[in-house]
């Protein structure tokens, strides 16, 4: 059985004010390769670097209807407010867009805007493709998280939505912390000492094993960017951030945990439990990869509620850890015993 929805990939590219955002994303749209591609702008505060740049990079993979502004605040104070409208304005444009790229605020915290991807209007429509960190090499080779510091102070000041009040290094290593890929921008500022210090600062801060690219001019070839496929949304729980816990955001309403269950015989007796565990506990969607007895392919399973899905999506490969493992999510309060008795059969 194959998937009969598919969800549009979207990266989340943040960092701060001035970092090299807006630079990174021309030279992705520029360089698209005919992926149609649509843009979120978060960004605001500076002329220089706000949707008016890229609406005039005369990109066809990436029309100007394309391009939708969010400027009345950091996009992870006014998720619902801004951020879902914007989506769906985007989802609603034929041609179908390819790949949503989403610029934030230098003040977003990305992991909040990534929750919102497991909201119900949100979830089966569109996936976090992967987030990605830019960084600005020479502030960091020189100790600041920033280059222009007082940018960001005048910054916060003009955003009355900001319902974080965090020092900047905090925002930093909550940004670098969600982060799939870190971008270390202007390298061809920093000379070989100043290159160390800068990836210093990052390993400080980077608990994961995350790849630093360094960058000129914001050349790096989209394919490295784009196409992660890394559904962040879903293992999000493991990107650590100082407000993890502090409740203030509609995400909280919903739990998300792991599944280990055996390897199967039958795949369609584990989407017959899948709805079953969707019908008698409340259970939003499940997700993962399985191992099917006495096949060389892994079998890949989603469900949106009693939809189930699942096909041979490749062969494993030796470094894969071959076990079956699937994500659940419903909203707070799943009785995870009764579910994982479902399950596992």
């Known amino acids: 059985m194959t998937a009969s929805v598919s969800r549009v990939p979207c990266t989340v590219v943040t960092g701060f004010l001035g970092a090299g955002k807006t630079t990174l994303i021309r030279n992705i749209l520029e360089n698209a390769k005919g992926k149609r591609l649509a843009l979120i702008v978060n960004e605001f505060g500076d002329v220089g670097v706000d949707g008016e740049i890229l609406k005039g990079c005369g990109v066809d993979t990436c029309p100007e209807e394309n391009i939708v502004e969010l400027a009345n605040g950091c996009i992870c104070c006014t998720v619902a407010d801004d951020f879902v409208p914007a989506l769906d304005q985007i989802l609603a444009r034929t041609p179908k867009v390819d790949h949503i790229l989403i610029e934030t605020s230098g003040l977003a915290l990305p992991k909040p805007l990534v929750q919102a991807f497991q909201w119900p209007t949100v979830k089966n429509r569109v996936t976090v493709d992967g987030v990605v960190a830019v960084v600005d090499g020479p502030a960091l080779a020189e100790g600041r998280v920033a280059w222009d510091m007082d940018a960001l102070a005048a910054q916060r000041a003009a955003d009355d939505s900001l319902d974080h009040d965090d020092p900047v290094e905090e925002v930093f290593e909550d940004q670098v912390a969600c982060a799939d890929l ?22 400080e801060h980077v608990a994961r094993a995350v790849k630093v690219v360094p960058t000129a001019q914001g050349k790096v070839d989209p394919s490295v960017l784009l196409g992660l496929g890394l559904a962040v949304e879903d293992d999000i729980e493991n990107r650590k951030s100082h407000h ?7 995400h909280d309403d919903f739990d ?5 269950i055996p390897s199967v015989a039958n795949p369609e007796d584990l989407a017959r439990r899948v709805a079953e565990a969707a019908d008698k506990e409340n259970v939003l969607r499940v997700k993962g990869f399985v191992e099917v007895d006495a096949k060389p ?12 899905n699942h096909y041979y999506d490749r062969a494993w490969a030796a470094e894969d850890d071959r076990r079956s493992r699937l994500v659940v999510i419903g909203l707070k309060g799943l009785d995870r015993p009764a579910i994982e008795k479902i399950l596992v059969g």
Do not use: C, W, Y
């Open 182 to 203: 870190i971008i270390l921008s202007k390298n061809d500022l920093l000379d070989e000492a100043g290159a160390a210090r800068a990836n210093a600062v990052l390993s």
């Open 244 to 250: 993890d816990g502090m409740g203030d955001h509609e």
């Open 256 to 260: 998300t945990f792991v599944v280990d």
């Open 297 to 308: 392919m892994r079998l890949l399973l989603q469900a949106v509620g009693p939809r189930v």
